[in-house]
């Protein structure tokens, strides 16, 4: 049966006449897209019994579309030429494909470059992960902050009675007995809403956020997250704590409660703290008898002392331009700072090739001298240390380096102290990874390692010297852990002072930041 015969079986479908492909010729209207009726010869109408009146037709018959094919398959020859302006078209369009496939090649380079930067640096991913944790932490902390000082209820202030012991003594009567109790208390109706020590949270606003840790040989402690704010309305500052309890499990609890503080050590002692104490290295000294609530361990030493870690630096430089601050870093701060300088600068040359054998044996001979436990040692002693590991000061500078250590003139100073001032120590960012590192391996938080952890957790690998063929992953493992028991007052643990030692006298011999963080979290896995 033909396409005719079809046609006539089924009074439905139209007959479509044969495309002619020659009569079709280039115009300047084309790209217009011009008005066309339409063809009747595409619409029908749909039976009486059909639910819709009107309809259109699909060349969904296979004999038509078959029989359709056949005839495109026969093209004229003789088609025009194309003009001037579709050739122009078409090198557009050209060049168009060859420059999206360029630039589609080169994102393709550049995904596959980035991929395997990726997989060279795998701490880009745990390092954006810390960044977002320790955003995190500061804004807990800056929110439990805000809350226990804006939730203090006003109506238990002491400057509320200031009113109504006034209006008690002019209006109460001879005898206070038989004075009226609207008289001898305060109503109601003579609260105040806002008084002089009100804080809002205008005024809590303008501070300045810091990290902090605590100075000690004491693991638990110096692992302590400290979150501190100065606050500039009336030169205040506290501290809170930040603490971990698992994964999920977290609390802020208060420090050092807010209040005005001075230094209780060094040339500024008696000062109050301002703006410009603010720095990182810097150090905040509190007495600990002022603040009962702090850990046991912490109140054994007389004088607490917090090194800033980290400042918003943002938030500083505001409040800087804001207030008018006169800096009083006086001459004597100076001198005894280039002092300290030159003899760290002397001994760091003799110390470049054998910092880890003598930093670690001289904290361990220190700890062995301090029969009393208080971290204090005499004159006497210090000098037998230097003169013991062969560490050559001069007299006139060993003198003026014990007129800054010995300001109280008690004859007596810390030996950590000491140790920090002759030789120095790592900036706040090495510092940072090393307690990163004791703090994976102390997971209980109770100050020290045992041996037997740091042997199972200690990976030599990407050791330098075992990446080039020098030693092998064993040899290098068994050198970490003999200069680590060396250095150590147990020989089954190590403390946090002793392994910040260790790593104290390996940073002497590396200039680069990058390059000893490399070194630090290879083997730890950090």
Same mark, same amino acid.
């Given at each position: 049966?033909?396409?005719?015969?079809?046609a006539?079986a089924?009074?439905?479908?139209p007959?479509?006449?044969q495309?002619?492909?020659?009569?079709?010729v280039?115009?300047d209207?084309?790209?217009?897209?011009p008005y066309?009726?339409l063809s009747?010869a595409?619409i029908?109408?749909?039976?009486?019994?059909?639910?819709?009146?009107f309809?259109?037709?699909?060349?969904?018959?296979?004999?038509?579309?078959?029989?359709?094919?056949?005839?495109l398959? +026969?093209?004229?020859e003789?088609?025009p030429?194309?003009?001037d302006k579709?050739?122009l078209?078409?090198?557009?369009y050209k060049?168009?494909?060859t420059?999206?496939y360029k630039?589609?090649?080169?994102?393709? &380079?550049?995904?596959?470059?980035s991929?395997?930067t990726r997989?060279?640096t795998?701490?880009?991913k745990?390092?954006?992960?810390?960044?977002?944790?320790a955003e995190?932490?500061?804004q807990m902390v800056?929110?439990?902050v805000m809350?226990?000082?804006?939730?203090?209820?006003?109506?238990s202030d002491?400057e509320?009675n200031?009113?109504?012991e006034?209006?008690?003594?002019?209006h109460?009567?001879?005898?206070?007995?038989?004075?009226?109790?609207r008289?001898?208390?305060?109503t109601?109706?003579e609260?105040?809403?806002r008084t002089?020590?009100t804080?809002?949270?205008?005024?809590l606003?303008?501070?300045?956020?810091?990290?902090?840790?605590?100075i000690?040989r004491?693991?638990?402690d &110096?692992c302590r /997250?400290?979150?501190g704010?100065?606050?500039?309305?009336?030169?205040?500052?506290?501290?809170?704590?930040y603490r971990?309890?698992?994964?999920?499990?977290?609390?802020?609890?208060?420090?050092?409660?807010?209040?005005i503080?001075c230094h209780? +050590?060094?040339?500024?002692?008696?000062?109050q703290?301002?703006?410009?104490?603010?720095?990182i290295g810097?150090?905040?000294?509190?007495?600990?008898?002022?603040h009962?609530?702090?850990? %046991?361990?912490v109140? %054994?030493?007389t004088v607490l002392?917090?090194?800033?870690?980290?400042?918003?630096w943002r938030?500083?430089?505001?409040?800087k331009?804001?207030?008018?601050?006169h800096d009083?870093?006086?001459?004597?701060?100076?001198?005894?700072?280039?002092?300290?300088?030159?003899?760290?600068?002397?001994?760091?040359?003799q110390?470049?090739?054998?910092?880890?054998r003598?930093l670690?044996?001289l904290?361990?001979?220190?700890?062995?001298?301090?029969?009393e436990g208080n971290g204090?040692?005499d004159?006497?002693?210090f000098?037998?240390?230097?003169?013991?590991?062969r560490l050559?000061v001069?007299?006139?500078?060993? %003198?003026?380096?014990?007129?800054?250590?010995?300001?109280?003139?008690?004859?007596r100073?810390?030996?950590?102290e000491?140790?920090?001032a002759?030789?120095?120590e790592?900036? %706040?960012?090495?510092k940072?990874?090393? +307690?990163?590192a004791f703090?994976k391996?102390?997971?209980?938080?109770?100050?020290?390692?045992s041996?037997?952890d740091i042997?199972?957790?200690?990976?030599?690998?990407?050791?330098?010297?075992?990446?080039?063929?020098h030693?092998? /992953?064993? /040899?290098?493992?068994?050198?970490?852990?003999?200069?680590?028991?060396d250095?150590?007052s147990?020989?089954?643990?190590?403390?946090y002072?002793?392994?910040?030692?260790?790593?104290?006298g390996l940073?002497?011999?590396?200039?680069?930041?990058?390059d000893?963080?490399s070194v630090?979290?290879?083997?730890?896995?950090?």
């Open positions: 049966m033909d396409l005719k015969s079809c006539m089924d009074p439905c479908l007959v479509v006449p495309l002619d492909l020659g009569s079709l280039d115009s209207e084309e790209d217009g897209l066309m009726p009747t595409h029908h109408f749909n039976p009486t019994n059909s639910s819709f009146a309809g259109w037709v699909t060349p969904c018959h296979k004999l038509y579309t078959q029989h359709h094919l056949y005839d398959d +026969r093209i004229p003789n088609l030429a194309p003009t579709y050739k078209k078409h090198q557009q060049t168009e494909m420059g999206g630039q589609y090649s080169q994102r393709n &380079a550049e995904k596959a470059e991929s395997i997989q060279q795998p701490r880009n745990t390092d954006d992960k810390d960044v977002v944790a995190k932490k500061k800056a929110e439990q809350i226990d000082h804006l939730s203090r209820a006003v109506i002491p509320q200031l009113t109504s006034k209006q008690e003594i002019s109460i009567l001879p005898d206070s007995k038989l004075a009226p109790i008289f001898r208390k305060r109601l109706h609260t105040k809403i002089q020590s804080l809002t949270e205008n005024i606003s303008h501070k300045v956020q810091f990290d902090g840790r605590i000690s004491n693991g638990r &110096a /997250e400290l979150v704010f100065f606050f500039t309305h009336d030169q205040s500052l506290t501290i809170y704590e971990q309890f698992g994964k999920n499990r977290t609390n802020v609890l208060p420090f050092i409660q807010k209040n503080y209780q +050590r060094g040339r500024r002692k008696g000062k703290y301002r703006l410009g104490d603010l720095y810097a150090n905040l000294t509190f007495l600990s008898s002022d009962p609530r702090l850990p %046991e361990s109140k %054994e030493n002392t917090l090194r800033i870690t980290n400042v918003d938030a500083l430089g505001s409040l331009t804001d207030s008018v601050e009083d870093v006086s001459s004597e701060d100076t001198n005894d700072r280039q002092i300290l300088k030159a003899i760290q600068d002397l001994l760091k040359e110390l470049r090739k054998r910092g880890v003598i670690t044996g904290g361990k001979h220190l700890q062995q001298l301090d029969k204090l040692l004159k006497a002693d000098k037998q240390a230097l003169k013991l590991f050559e001069s007299e006139n500078d060993f %003198e003026s380096l014990w007129l800054i250590l010995n300001s109280s003139g008690d004859g100073a810390d030996y950590g000491f140790k920090r002759i030789i120095g790592m900036n %706040e960012y090495r940072s990874f090393v +307690r990163k703090m391996l102390d997971f209980n938080k109770t100050g020290s390692v041996i037997i042997s199972k957790c200690y990976c030599a690998k990407m050791h330098p010297q075992v990446i080039s063929g030693s092998t /992953e064993e /040899e290098i493992k068994s050198s970490f852990l003999e200069t680590l028991k250095a150590c147990k020989s089954d643990e190590v403390s002072g002793e392994f910040e030692d260790y790593y104290e940073s002497i011999g590396m200039v680069d930041d990058e000893f963080v630090l979290c290879a083997p730890w896995g950090i």
